[in-house]
């Protein structure tokens, strides 16, 4: 346990405080042993009429008695301070004592006050008793002093039941005053005690304080009053020569015994109900405090008296006020530091600032130096969030211009104060705390305003408190602001060196790699992590010596060299054609940190497949370079489209906020793309948040439809796990709709000879684009057309869903649901519900609707999820109520795209 670097200096020469303090405790008991010594000889005095040669016999024989019993309490006070003494002495010697030394004496040290009225009580008090009594008798024995039993017996007594407890009573006290410095001492080097030494602390609560005194000090001496009392009386008595009977002294005896009985029960009810009040608002305190140690500052404790507990209770009750209070601003910090969003930020800003000063109204002002304005980035309570005034003018204006706080307990009378603005909004403004924010260059950039703080005024407490807060909102916008940029340009030179096709590689002065794109990384054939650290003349090798020599010549000359049509040899022999620039690393010192090496792979291949592999997987590039490129034209052809779109996609772009949104669609459009490349697909674009891919293009194969079927269901599995990955970072789940359709459409090259798209023309599409649509009119997820259907060679879970006429089209379509991502959980009794369903669909068709109405009733009830059997039901109460005409198909009318 280190003692802290800033902790005063407390040495002392080497041993002297630890002598000092002994001496003192022994000091302590040797003047309270005199003082009680004094004391008895003082009683006995007074009540043993011991003659004046008995007194001479006591005042030789008190020299050397005292010793006996003084002696062994100063051996007994000495082991009992050894703890506390080595860790003094290891302090004075400038040593750093460990855990195991300061917590003995930390302990110990708490413990002497109890171990000295222990000590008092039964060894000391005892002892002096036994002492006195056993030279007493020697005394009659030696020189027949001639003491008698009573007086013998009365010695002892005051000396055990008087002066005893009295003694340990004051010194307990002596030394808990006097051993609180040196535990000061010890706690500045140790934090906190181990639970094995707290367990070794002795407590001593004043219930047992107060039952020691009523005992020790008043209950035992007042019984032992009594009993001296009557044999006082009847010593007088047999003096006087007063022969009195036990029934003419019983009513003293009864009174005296009544008397003590009375006082000794009224001293030990009153320290118990004093112990037991004060307990009890100890209890109340410590359970409190106890709480507060462990975090929960909600407890309030009431004033129930007018003692000390009274004003300790108050000052708890403000103290976790004020606990709370700095909780809570330090969790606005936390919030402030954590929010990157300047809008949200400076949103919560202000929450806070009128929660934590009791406003009803804030407004943070931000100054626009162009237009030498102060405008509103939030205001609460106002219909116009923005308000712009000059920098110059009211009271924003004044603190904004001079950059001190203003505290105004009546605008009205104040000269800056507008009021026309309270007739024109109908609120009162009775207040106002107006401070300035200043960045860290001392530069005023915005005013914070807060109204009518409730229940009063702005006090001192409230000004510090917005000055403080201020401080970190200055902070905090200039950090947002620094971070944004930051980001901003680390997104955009990630995003470059993400989505260039040329390999990027640096180099530091001592040639070895620091980066490596993903586009390095395919070039080379090499994992970029691992070339990360190493050399980069062992990478390219003797084979590609020509690599460091133009490293080397653009350090001597500070040029970029350039290396066209140069051959880079590969780990497994295989040669590349690439272009090579290696341009010079400066820092912002226009110093020399490095080398860049950018590299352009320029075989035929590989230039086709880096722009063809942006929209089709690789399998499909594989098969165009074989057919060549005049498969890049314009035909007809039988294909599958594929359509997706993000449910409450503007919902939820709302809440996130841009940034947080592009990094979900860039996590679900990668989750889904890999889904179709997987599956013998190609991506023809994003549409927003939509996805449009193609099967069979541009080659058509046996099982087209097979793949769309299947990408379909497994995007749908694919978002489950996303949407498992999503909520345990605690964000929204997403959800999705597909449309699927196959047909013959116009596939190639489309757009102008400078800008062109590989896409897809045609009814196909179009249909593909409703049917995804629809899934949100049927509650279903995946929708296929019977053209699909029809072109299916594997089995799937399918089941009709409507005959649909789409906008634009006359010919219906069968449209049919695919359910093979579902399993028992997320859709229960499937088959029930399915068989219920095409009976229902069946009757429906055939105008039965009393007996569809059964059927789909059946499937409803069979799953609570089961929309289309309850779309149905609606369709079926409705015809019920309003037959169809005579010439009705069943179809139904699709009037949306």
Known sequence: MMPPKDAPSTQAPTGQSARALQRRLIAIYVVGSLAATAMTLFLMLLGLQLSQRQWSIIALLTPFAVPIFVLA??????????????????????????????????????????????????????????????????????????????????????????????????????????????????????TRL?????????????????????????????????????????????????????????????????????????????????????????????AAMNEVE??????????????????????????????????????????????????????????????????????????????????????????HREIRIPDDSGIAGQVFQSAQLLNVTDPYAHPLFNPEIDRRTGFE??????????????????????????????????????????????????????????????????????????GMITLNRQHEVVTVNDAAGKILRADGEALVGQPAANFFGETNRWVMEAVERVEQTGDSDFSVDAGVTLGDGETLSVNMTAVPLIDGNQDAIGTMLILEDISAEKRVKSTMARYMSKEVVDQLLEAGEDQLGGKDQKI?????????????????????????????????????????????????????????????????ADNAVTVANQMLLALQELNARRARDGRPALDIGVGLSTGNVIVGNIGSPKRMEYTVIG???????????????????????????????????????????????ERPVAVFEALDYHNAQSFPRMDEVLDAFKAGLAAYRARDFVAAQRFFSAGAAANEDEKPSRLYLDRCRHYLASPPPADWDGVWVLTEK
Not at 336 to 344: F, I, K, S, T, W
Not at 462 to 479: G, K, M
Not at 646 to 669: D, K, P, Q, W
Request: aromatic content about 10%.
């Open 73 to 190: 309490d100063i051996i007994v006070i000495r082991r009992h301070f050894k703890p506390v003494g080595k860790a003094l002495n290891g302090l004075d010697a400038g040593l750093t004592l460990p855990i195991e030394e300061l917590a003995p004496a930390i302990v110990r040290a708490l413990n002497l006050p109890f171990y000295s009225m222990a000590r008092v009580t039964l060894l000391h008090g005892p002892l002096a008793a036994l002492t006195v009594v056993a030279g007493m008798i020697s005394l009659n024995v030696w020189v027949e002093a001639g003491f008698r039993t009573w007086q013998i017996v009365g010695f002892g007594a005051t000396a055990l039941f008087f002066a005893s407890p009295t003694h340990a009573i004051i010194e307990y006290f002596t030394i808990s005053r006097d051993i609180a410095p040196v535990l000061e001492r010890l706690w500045q080097f140790c």
């Open 194 to 286: 181990p639970d094995e030494y707290r367990r070794q602390l002795i407590s001593v609560r004043l219930k047992g304080k107060l039952f020691y005194l009523s005992i020790f000090v008043t209950a035992l001496p007042l019984l032992f009053f009594a009993v001296s009392v009557m044999f006082k009386v009847d010593r007088l008595l047999l003096e006087l020569g007063v022969q009195a009977s036990f029934e003419q002294l019983s009513p003293l005896w009864v009174w005296v015994v009544g008397v003590v009985i009375v006082c000794m029960l009224g001293a030990l009810i009153m320290s118990i109900l004093t112990a037991s009040e004060v307990s009890r608002s100890a209890a109340k305190l410590i």
């Open 294 to 383: 462990s975090g929960v500052l909600n407890r309030r404790l009431f004033v129930t008296g007018t003692d000390e507990y009274a004003d300790l209770y108050r000052g708890y009750n403000l103290m976790t006020a004020s606990l709370r209070e700095e909780v809570r601003i330090l969790e606005v910090t936390n919030d402030l530091a954590g929010e990157l969003n300047l809008d949200v930020l400076l949103e919560r800003i202000m929450r806070a600032a009128i929660e934590l000063l009791g406003a009803e109204r804030g407004t943070l002002f931000m100054h626009d130096a162009r237009s030498h304005t102060l405008w509103s980035r939030y205001a609460e309570g106002l219909a």
């Open 429 to 502: 403004t009775k207040c106002i705390l107006c401070m300035p924010i200043v960045n860290k260059s001392g530069v005023c950039i915005g005013v914070t305003q807060v109204l009518n703080k409730r229940g009063g005024q702005f006090g001192s407490k409230d000004e510090a408190r917005l000055r403080a807060f201020t401080a970190q909102i200055a902070v905090s916008l200039e950090n947002a602001r620094l971070f944004e940029d930051v980001l901003n340009m680390k997104n955009y030179n990630e995003s470059i060196l993400r989505s260039t096709s040329e």
């Open 640 to 704: 599958s489209v594929l359509f997706s779109d993000v449910r409450s996609f503007t919902t939820i772009s709302e809440a996130l906020g841009a940034r947080a949104t592009v990094s979900m669609l860039n996590e679900y459009f990668a989750t889904m793309v890999d889904v179709i490349f997987n599956n013998g697909g190609i991506l023809d674009k994003y549409i927003g948040d939509a996805i449009m891919a193609l099967f069979g293009a541009p080659f058509s194969g046996a099982h087209d």
């Open 763 to 809: 009814d196909s599409v179009n249909l593909a684009s409703r049917l995804e649509g629809a899934t949100k009119y049927y509650g279903t997820r995946i929708l296929l057309s019977e053209s699909t259907v029809q072109d299916l060679t594997r089995p799937f879970v399918l089941r009709e869903i409507d005959l649909m006429r789409v906008k634009g089209k």
